[in-house]
């Protein structure tokens, strides 16, 4: 706890450096000596003592750094304190020139996002290698401008790593228009995903409609017949021996022949009801225009590595990214067609163990569509991969980007997991409560801002910062833009013309399913 002059807090107000300016207010920092050295704090709160006629505020530390014995300026700041200071230390307001020193970067590779608050030129650095290490969430209330900062972030990694291999998963066709110049857009025109991909659970959740004992019953016949019909296949003959879960490519036909079989067969231990209920579901995915980009009959072909090299960037040639917008698939298969594209990264990585490690970044954006916590978990395969790479990825070279504006309702281990937390602005109490329980100590200070911090603003904490701080992001030119402006209501009630044209065009699309 420190006691701050009331008189000298207003003087400090007047100065023309900001950071001076600050001092002493929640969330601004302080400096004290201890020895040869400067200890940094953060303001966490203030109260009025009234006896003594001055200021109460709590502190957090942050760090230390060491005295130049002619200037009195201070350098070689690191986390963490060694001496901690006497009661009746005296406190001094931050320069400007101290906080330079301390968001300097220290070497490691950075990329610089914006402005650290409340200084004019600092630049805010975020060490890369750090931040995609031990993963990272972007959190923020709608309309608060993440999916621009999540574009900026992206494109400053992509500058910095051209050779990259990100993976953006898209569920509302925001990212396209960002990453025209720098990445590939897959959507469902061009995805081309085969569905022998899919593991079995995977194909549990495609093809089984029902629940309880029964789709116990459904998974065991589905199982004998998708083993056989993909021992049926060439691969599988050269190969050996193959479980249900092997990525060996079948016919759809084989697969819907073999449960017409085991139904005419007079050993089977139910009636024929369950063999019809996956026999109809499967004809009706193969029939189903929506559903062409997963289960065409085009795609029987062995395209797995093309299909892996095309997602994961490898070779990258220059377009490090690649978005994958599902907006057009249908929803009751999208958490699923998430699922493979997770799955798929996790154990490229497990069996690519032997061969010289290439790191990928996965990121997701509205999380918690994917990860839910229990009370909204609907036992969909994705919340599990999803939280197991966010446990184990580090050790294989994945990195998790979680992008949510309900953290209250991702799963709990998960946002713990991540090293780097983003936050901008939460409306939502429950929410700013999760951030408080994942934030690491020393940035407790700057929690009571995220209810009043601007658009575009935010505070950077954990692994990816040296101490906690607060950045106005920069402007991201018109054509790096995600498109996800707000519509202007009044402007756009005040036009009219071409109703009838944009319904009937509309219509048709809808019709066509296209």
Sequence with gaps: MIAIDLQRLNECGEDPDPSIAMAGQVGSQIKIRVGDNWLLASVRNQRQDRKAGSILADIDFLGEGIEEKLTGKLHGFRRGVTRYPVPGALVYPCTTQDLKQV??????????????????????????????????????????????????????????????HIVMIDPHGEYSSAFRNTGVILDVSNLQMPYWIMNFEEHCEVLLTSNGNERQVDADILAKCLLKARQKSRLAESMGKITVDSPIPYLLSDLSNEIQDAMGKLDKSTTSAPYMRIKNKLD????????????????????????????????????????????????????????????????????????????????????????????NADGNSVGTILS?????????GISLGLITQRPSDLAEGVLSQCGTIISM??????????????????????????????????????????????????????????????????????????????????????????
Aim: glycine fraction near 8%; proline fraction near 5%; aromatic fraction near 8%.
């Design 103 to 164: 968001y300097a970067s220290d070497g490691r590779s950075a990329v610089t996002i914006g402005k650290v608050y409340p200084t004019k030129d600092i630049r805010a650095g975020l060490y890369v290698d750090a931040m995609l290490g031990k993963h990272f969430a972007l959190l923020g209330s709608t309309g608060t401008g993440k999916s621009t900062s999540a574009a900026l972030i992206l494109h400053r990694i992509c500058e910095a790593a051209p050779e990259g």
């Design 388 to 396: 197991r790479i966010a446990k184990e990825g580090r050790k294989y």
């Design 284 to 375: 009706e995915i193969k029939g189903d225009p929506r559903y062409q980009f997963m289960f065409s009959g085009m795609l029987v072909a062995d395209t797995m590595a093309n299909f892996i090299a095309k997602i994961f960037r490898m070779p990258s040639n220059g377009k490090p990214i690649a978005i994958i917008d599902v907006s057009g698939v249908p929803s009751d298969i999208t958490s699923t067609v998430v699922a493979v594209l997770s799955r798929l990264v996790f154990d490229f990585a497990i069996w690519g163990r032997e061969e010289r490690t290439s790191p990928i970044l996965l990121v997701c954006e509205e999380a918690h569509r994917y990860v839910p916590n229990e009370k």
């Design 425 to 514: 602005r939460l409306n939502n109490d429950r929410d700013q409560e999760f951030v408080r329980a994942a934030m690491p100590e020393g940035a407790r200070g700057f929690l009571d801002a995220i209810p009043a911090l601007r658009n575009r603003e935010c505070i950077i904490c954990g692994e990816g910062v040296a101490i906690p701080i607060r950045v106005s992001f920069d402007n991201l030119e018109e054509s790096k833009r995600p498109a996800s402006e707000d519509p202007s209501f009044v402007e756009l009630w005040n036009k009219t013309g071409g109703e009838e044209d944009i319904v009937q065009r509309t219509v048709q699309r809808w019709r066509s399913q296209g």
